[in-house]
């Protein structure tokens, strides 16, 4: 009887098991650790169901089941959910690791992951559901569309500057007016071609934006979230790009129970640093939703140009420091937890009252 054969054999009605699987492409490493006190490693397709199957061949029922976030996705978790099946999805940066290196294998890792997630010392990230992951990609979409734009801009420009051209007047704000005196400027027909196909990219990238902010702007509706948005808008300086992007990156904001796990988890928490008697120096966690860290950055802004308690927070950081950007991070930090405030109370902004 071979090993596998054994271990079936051994199996008892009413064993459970915890299980950590280090997920890829084209197939699993699974670790099953049974109640019992014994465990089995092997490899499997990645489909969910072979990966179930596999795995109820050692244990009757599965307690757990780990592995960590990454280009695989969601799609296992979903799986699991669907099956009334406890699943934990697991940042990679809050897995315990050796102080030195040692031997690194598939097989390896999910049995840390199994034996970490049986020891109670790993904590899920929240899992989205399908739709949420959706309306999530589709606001990076039009975020990467919004980045593609300023580079071709810059590209314009780069090639006015290196053909000796000069701007057309209100070209430093892209009005209608100077993207029309570029299509209209006389050039030699290599150069007439050359800027036509920066222009077209340009729109084209325009044109997916505003396509994927539509989407976006009609599927929160139908997702009964317009009163949160609306509601968001009602803050100095939020329209529909900031409330969106909050909106679907922070899905169930209620899962925050306070002001420092949501600042942490953006990456606007200050940490402190100290070792023996030397000064304390505090800056931002460098992990985080570095995405919508960025526009909670721009939105501070806006945010402090319109609202006087955000300017008087901005001036008195930046009176004590005399650095721009520290003053700037602390206004998002307050901004953040405005937005999330009004997100998790669902009521329009009151200046008086945040």
Request: aromatic share 6%.
């Amino acid at each position: 009887m071979n090993k596998v054969a054994k271990i079936i054999g051994k199996a008892q009605e009413g064993t459970s098991c915890v299980v950590g699987i280090d997920a890829h492409k084209n197939t699993n490493a699974v670790t099953v650790l049974r109640s019992d006190g014994l465990s089995k490693s092997f490899v499997c397709p990645a489909d969910a169901k072979a990966t179930f199957t596999a795995i109820l061949r050692f244990a009757e029922t599965i307690d757990l089941l780990v592995y960590e976030a990454g280009p695989t996705g969601f799609t296992l978790a979903w799986a699991c959910q669907e099956n009334s099946i406890p699943v934990m999805v697991v940042a990679p940066s809050r897995i315990p690791r050796p102080v030195t290196a040692g031997a690194k294998t598939d097989r390896l890792d999910s049995r840390k992951l199994a034996e970490y997630a049986a020891k109670g010392m790993l904590q899920s990230i929240a899992i989205p559901t399908r739709q949420e992951h959706a309306l999530r990609k589709v606001e990076r979409m039009r975020q990467a569309m919004g980045y593609l734009m300023r580079k071709q801009k810059q590209e314009v420009k780069s090639f006015l500057l290196e053909n000796g051209i000069a701007e057309p007047a209100g070209l430093q704000h892209w009005s209608k007016i100077s993207i029309e005196a570029l299509k209209a400027m006389p050039l030699t027909p290599l150069l007439r071609a050359l800027l036509d196909s920066l222009l077209q990219m340009l729109a084209l990238y325009q044109s997916r934006q505003q396509h994927l902010a539509s989407l976006l702007a009609q599927e929160v509706k139908n997702t009964g979230q317009q009163q949160r948005v609306e509601c968001l808008k009602s803050i100095p300086g939020v329209g529909e790009t900031i409330s969106h992007a909050f909106t679907v990156e922070i899905f169930r904001p209620e899962r925050f129970k306070s002001a420092e796990q949501i600042a942490a988890y953006i990456g606007l928490a200050p940490i402190t640093l100290q070792s023996g008697h030397t000064k304390n120096t505090t800056r931002t966690r460098p992990n985080g939703q570095q995405y919508l860290r960025s526009v909670l950055v721009e939105g501070a802004w806006l945010w402090k140009k319109k609202d006087p308690r955000a300017q008087e927070l901005y001036n008195r950081i930046y009176s004590r420091t005399g650095l721009a950007q520290k003053a700037i991070v602390a206004v998002a930090r307050k901004f953040l937890l405005v937005l999330w405030r009004i997100s998790v109370e669902q009521r329009p902004y009151r200046a008086s009252s945040q």
